[in-house]
């Protein structure tokens, strides 16, 4: 049974602000990611990490940064919120590389 | 660039009927992942195959893989109501050191009573 966690689950922000959108595992992956995907959409992978102080950015452009301080924590943070980011981020871990990813619960983020 | 292709993209089909969602993928690959996903919830990983040849089953659902085809079906039996959700189809592609998964556009599915 997975368990990677995600906060907030819903959140509504204003133009401008800085957010961080929480993602924990409890397995001891060493391979986190991050996905964004718009309603009725695909992912696309925007942040990966295979381990601590390691992170890379994924195959779609994205404002947001991420960091890896802990295994089991992987944070994405967007300095300057804007509509454009008004989607919903998916966090995933997997033990190793190539192996089946499991995905946390999503944000599902609205600026206005 | 690896490009994943999904048909169809929505499907509605009655109980009890049979049908097939079909993945293609541009590049050579060894591994593609099932995962379902229902509205305004996270995925949930279905199947995993992991070479050429492969047939695994759950329930009323099959996937295979041809990888000389770059191809994967996810075949579905005597469709029920609970399987209304949408279907994702990903492939993973490596280099550099890295492996990423490419996701396919979704086959949103409804089953009619």
């Known amino acids: 049974e997975a368990d990677i966690y995600q906060t907030p689950r819903y959140l509504v922000i204003g133009t401008g602000k800085k957010i961080t959108l929480e993602c924990s595992q409890t397995m001891g992956h060493d391979k986190m990611y991050w996905y964004q995907q718009d309603p009725g959409m695909e992912l696309h992978l925007i942040h990966y990490?295979?381990?601590?102080?390691?992170?890379e950015k994924g195959d779609l452009s994205s404002e947001s940064t991420v960091s890896r301080i802990r295994t089991e924590h992987f944070p994405l943070t967007l300095e300057s919120a804007r509509p454009s980011h008004t989607s919903q981020y998916l966090c995933a871990s997997s033990e190793g590389l190539g192996d089946e990813q499991y995905f946390g619960p999503g944000t599902r983020l609205t600026v206005t | 660039e690896l490009k994943v292709e999904q048909n169809p993209l929505f499907l509605s089909m009655q109980e009890g009927k049979n049908y097939t969602i079909y993945c293609n993928y541009s590049?050579?690959?060894?591994?593609l992942y099932w995962y379902r996903q229902d509205p305004g919830k996270s995925l949930e990983s279905l199947f995993v195959l992991l070479s050429n040849g492969a047939v695994k089953q759950e329930g009323r659902l099959m996937a295979s893989l041809d990888t000389k085809a770059r191809l994967s079906t996810l075949h579905i039996t005597a469709a029920v109501h609970d399987l209304s959700a949408t279907y994702f189809c990903a492939v993973e592609h490596s280099g550099a050191g890295s492996y990423q998964l490419t996701f396919g556009k979704g086959t949103k599915l409804s089953v009619i009573p």
């Open positions: 990490s295979y381990g601590v102080n390691s992170t």
């Open positions: 590049t050579t690959s060894d591994r």
